[in-house]
């Protein structure tokens, strides 16, 4: 009887024992995992173990309750011993990973951990690119599905500044022949003869720049994406960036561009040049472009062009101290676009320059602006909703009216357009803003007390264009969620620009609001951080 009572306290001093051992392990000695999510994304942080050299991760929607395993390129070290993973695709919803380590190409399960549960959410997909209205119904995601996740049938590549002359893809025609294609610039040059998948996602990692890359377009140093339809390029984690490189987008489709850093470009970072439709381009950083010599250059030539194309959704991205950031328009066609929850971080103009288009811009963070902020030319019509204006000279102006005039902002043959005004917060140190009330006949915008009040067709630029009313008609318009003007200066820097925030750390207040140029101490730093990086 003694002897049993002794193995029954030896069997609890054991399950004792065991259990503190397990809760000693899993909160004092187990890596601590750290995780964040972003708009369809989330990462997870853990320092490694001595003499494990590999990971597999996985992740599961706690809802749906299954574990799958991430590709093993969205895992990496990235200083000393610590390790980072990226999982993009995730429809809104709860997830959890598990990190198991790996030894000799086998798994140690018993050393897994797995993570706290992290909130995934989704991507807001409002603009003109996601118009039902438009050629092809508001497909603007890309190669992914609208709800966030990869389709079945899409071509993922993982590009990195080693393989990106020599990764290579099939590409099925439309008479069954199968041809491979090699390197990034003839894959997207070639892509609209794939016949089968109708998704194709081009995932970015870490650093490329110009050098690396053959077959670039000569005179702009750029990427072409023509007559593409389907395609994402994205960056994977919060470092992607393309150095000394541009994108052009010409004749395409349901494009996506997103999460990406760029800097040095040599012409515009993403150019969307002609008879394109339906492109989002989204959660990207915007730094300087390379110096130019010709006049009023010295931040590059822009960020991003839209010329001659139509359903173009611009949002929550990050222009850092841009000068000419975004022109848009210029065709004399109606060209409908969207900027949205973007950052126009201490940039000089163009935020954006409207020619000749119908433009809506809304819930937008305009932050010490050194020049104009919006400005319209040759009868454009702009809807400016719920934005705010920081310490921004010249929040609105029409060209060859208004404050334009009298200060000679732009200097310009070209004539004006209409801008109406509804719910902005115009704060700090404004110098010209002239309402249509203050003045009937020569005015920057026309102020409406509620979103559905058109303008008059009795209000007419001076050259004697009329406010289209875009905004007011359902035919035309979206469905879109407006933030309250009084909470985008909380929630604009907290969700534009690449996945927490980028890699690139910078007090953008220490810059200059007046420089045109990046020759202040503070731009110079950055410059410095940029052309070093």
């Known amino acids: 009887m003694k002897r049993i009572d002794n193995l029954i306290k030896l069997v609890i001093i054991l399950i004792v024992f065991f259990s503190v051992s397990t ?13 964040g999510s972003g708009f369809e994304s989330a990462y997870a942080i853990w320092e490694g173990k001595y003499g494990i ?27 000393g011993n610590t390790w980072r993973v990226d999982d993009i695709g995730l429809k809104e919803g709860e997830y959890q990973f598990k990190i198991v380590p790996v030894a000799d190409e086998n798994e140690i399960k018993e050393n897994s951990m797995e993570s706290s549960i992290i909130k995934v959410e989704a991507n807001d997909r409002a603009g003109f690119s996601f118009s039902k209205n438009s050629a092809n119904g508001g497909k603007s995601s890309g190669g992914y599905l609208e709800n966030g996740e990869i389709p079945q049938d899409a071509k993922i590549l993982y590009i990195t500044k080693e393989n990106i002359n020599d990764i290579k893809l099939d590409i099925t ?98 150019y969307i040049k002609e008879n394109n439709s339906n492109i989002w381009i989204h959660n990207n950083d915007f730094f300087y472009g390379e110096y130019r010599e010709e006049d009023n250059k010295g931040k590059g030539d822009g960020a991003i062009d839209i010329k001659q194309s139509e359903y173009i959704t611009i949002s929550y991205n990050h222009f850092w101290d841009n000068g000419k950031t975004s022109l848009c328009g210029i065709a004399k066609d109606v060209n409908f676009i969207t900027y949205h929850h973007n950052w126009f971080d201490h940039c000089d103009s163009r935020c954006p320059r409207a020619y000749s288009a119908s433009v809506h811009c809304y819930n937008n963070y305009y932050d010490r602006m050194s020049g104009y902020s919006i400005a319209v030319l040759e009868g454009a019509s702009l809807f400016a909703e719920s934005n705010y204006f920081e310490n921004c000279k010249y929040p609105m102006i029409s060209v060859g009216q208004g404050s334009e005039k009298i200060y000679d902002i732009i200097s310009t043959e070209h004539s ?45 630029t001076i050259e004697g264009d009329n406010y289209n009313n ?64």
Not at 53 to 71: F, L, M, P, Q, S
Request: hydrophobic content about 35%.
């Open 53 to 79: 050299y590999n990971y597999n991760v996985y992740i599961k929607n706690v809802e749906e309750g299954t574990y799958k395993k991430i590709d093993k390129e969205q895992i990496k070290k990235v200083k």
């Open 23 to 35: 809760i000693i392990y899993k909160f004092f000695i187990m890596p601590k995992v750290i995780i």
């Open 173 to 270: 025609d439309e008479k069954g022949n199968i041809n491979q294609y090699k390197g990034i610039c003839e894959i997207l040059k070639n892509w609209h003869k794939e016949t089968i998948s109708k998704h194709l996602v081009i995932r970015i990692i870490g650093k490329i720049e110009s050098k690396d890359v053959e077959g670039l377009e000569e005179e702009t140093k750029s990427i072409l994406i023509d007559n593409c339809e389907g395609v994402t390029i994205e960056g994977i984690g919060n470092d992607a960036t393309l150095k000394g490189i541009g994108l052009i987008i010409k004749a395409s489709s349901n494009v996506e561009i997103r999460n990406l850093g760029f800097m040095l470009y040599y012409e515009d970072a993403i």
């Open 416 to 460: 004006g357009g209409i801008i109406k005004s509804f719910g902005n917060i115009i704060n700090k140190n404004i110098k010209s803003l002239i309402y249509s009330s203050y003045n009937s006949t020569d005015f920057d915008a026309y102020l409406v007390n509620n979103r559905e009040d058109i303008v008059p067709p009795s209000y007419k």
């Open 470 to 533: 875009f905004d007011t008609n359902k035919a035309i318009m979206y469905d879109y969620k407006v933030d309250n003007a009084e909470n985008v200066k909380e929630i604009v820097p907290n969700k534009a620009g690449r996945l927490q925030g980028g890699n690139i750390k910078f007090n953008t207040n220490t810059l200059s609001s007046e420089s045109h140029k990046r020759t202040t101490l503070m731009e110079s730093r950055l410059d410095d951080m940029i052309k070093n990086y």
